[in-house]
């Protein structure tokens, strides 16, 4: 079955960066998107970046775009979130999803928690 697992969460102060990865098995990665979400104590699941089956095309959320970048990697089954220029709204367990197309992003893994401090 498929299965993803996120590592690179950890603690960071304001204005310092993160990679997080998230290893994807169980699937032809070569064909899904995968996408990253974000959820705040208290908060709803809130979408961050996706990145197409073939990389060609990335979206982020409004609050992400120009700090955080998504990318891929076919040979390790790996997707990256790097995050820059971290803030402590930025505060959040990040999970990893994929799916067949951006739109029908299903496919959840078991989060990795960040959190930046101020």
């Known amino acids: 079955q498929v299965q993803l697992v996120e590592s690179g969460g950890g603690l960071v102060q304001a204005g310092g960066s993160l990679r997080l990865s998230c290893a994807a098995s169980?699937?032809?990665?070569?064909?899904?998107?995968m996408g990253w979400f974000r959820q705040a104590p208290g908060k709803e699941r809130l979408f961050v970046a996706a990145i197409t089956w073939n990389g060609g095309s990335t979206h982020y959320a409004d609050s992400v775009k120009g700090r955080f970048t998504i990318s891929r990697e076919g040979a390790k089954n790996t997707v990256y979130l790097q995050m820059n220029s971290l803030k402590p709204e930025d505060t959040a367990v990040y999970y990893c999803?994929?799916?067949?197309?951006?739109?029908?992003?299903?496919?959840w893994g078991q989060g990795t928690q960040v959190t930046v401090s101020s």
């Open positions: 999803v994929t799916g067949p197309s951006i739109a029908m992003l299903n496919h």
């Open positions: 169980g699937l032809t990665f070569s064909t899904y998107a």
